[in-house]
């Protein structure tokens, strides 16, 4: 191989839905389904983000482009996923329904899946940003130095982060979700790393990834610590309306730093990607057999696997001499990381 198996980048990524896993290649998508029947249901589209290509090609600018763009594509393949396991069909519209039709006709999904990406994006702030900052500003009575209110604001924000990820992946309904999270990034460790993509090799590669949305999250968090540290403004209000300007500028960089970690492996980078992995022990749990079968059947609905591994790492999944000779590379890499691991 002309790189090691860790330094290659395959492109795509993927979120868990319900019974299910989306997963993107550049501005193709695929939604696989297990559906109750115990088949599974694929829908492959092309996602048409609202914001112009140019600025998506800006470094720091295209972080929250691409955020954004995330949150709606990640709400429309949720909700196809659940239409599956819908108890009953509403015959009729709903007062919602018809009000949304009323006044946006057939915008009206659109404007609701809008509304409901805007109303988490405001959440989220609200939860991470917002709240530390006015718990800290209780603390103030009692604390009169700056520094310490400010370190006590990024300790109360990393904690509500760190206690609302455990909490959500102590739900029963999640574990699910969480498994098959746990299918994707399997079966992109398993790409990267250039074994063929069967159950079995799935199976024995990593739950965790670099370019992980929850490490996204804790970078986001990690660094509104440190930037809101050193940025001191006077006036409480005037303080607040900082915070929420720096928001944008936080997503930007932590999104250069989540590409740069998907691209690369050197020291630094393993340094600085380690409490991301860490905090996915939580995020993602160990996949059934029928999980990573829905994960391949959404890679293979928009990647061509076999092609990336004659371009990536010249081998020819078709030739029978090679795979036996890969088979056989591919069992002494994993008894060489159980070794490692214990």
């Not at 998506?56 to 909700?79: A, E, H, W, Y």
Request: glycine letters at 6%; hydrophobic letters at 45%; charged letters at 25%.
């Amino acid at each position: 191989m002309s790189k090691k198996a860790s330094d290659h980048y395959c492109g795509i990524g993927g979120q868990a839905v319900l019974e299910g896993i989306m997963m993107k290649n550049k501005d193709v998508y695929a939604v696989a389904v297990r559906k109750p029947d115990g088949k599974i249901e694929i829908k492959k589209d092309e996602y048409k983000s609202k914001a112009d290509k140019k600025w998506k090609q800006v470094p720091f600018i295209r972080g929250v482009f691409n955020f954004v763009d995330s949150l709606v594509l990640g709400m429309s393949c949720l909700t196809y996923s659940a239409s599956f396991y819908e108890e009953e069909e509403q015959e009729e519209e709903t007062a919602l329904d018809k009000v949304g039709n009323k006044l946006f006709g057939e915008k009206a999904e659109d404007v609701l899946m809008g509304l409901t990406v805007a109303f988490s994006i405001v959440l989220a702030i609200g939860l991470f940003m917002v709240l530390p900052y006015f718990l800290a500003e209780l603390l103030s009575k009692v604390v009169a130095n700056d520094t310490l209110l400010a370190l006590f604001e990024g300790i109360i924000r990393l904690l509500i982060f760190l206690l609302y990820v455990v909490l959500i992946s102590l739900m029963k309904d999640i574990h699910r979700v969480y498994q098959y999270h746990g299918a994707e990034h399997k079966c992109i460790n398993c790409l990267e790393k250039g074994r063929i993509l069967t159950v079995e090799n799935v199976k024995k590669s990593s739950r965790q990834h670099k370019r992980c949305g929850t490490s996204f999250l804790l970078f986001v968090v990690f660094l509104s610590v440190i930037l809101f540290f050193f940025i001191r403004v006077e006036q409480p209000a005037l303080r607040l309306v900082v915070r929420l300007l720096l928001v944008p500028v936080i997503a930007g960089v932590s999104y250069e730093i989540i590409r740069l970690a998907g691209r690369s492996n050197n020291i630094f980078v393993r340094i600085i990607s380690a409490p991301g992995l860490w905090l996915q022990k939580l995020t993602t749990k160990e996949p059934d057999d029928d999980m990573i079968e829905v994960a391949i059947a959404a890679i293979e609905a928009v990647f061509d696997w076999k092609e990336y591994f004659k371009t990536e790492f010249d081998f020819d999944v078709d030739d029978a001499q090679a795979v036996s000779e890969k088979s056989q590379e591919i069992a002494e890499e994993l008894k060489a990381e159980e070794q490692e691991d214990s």
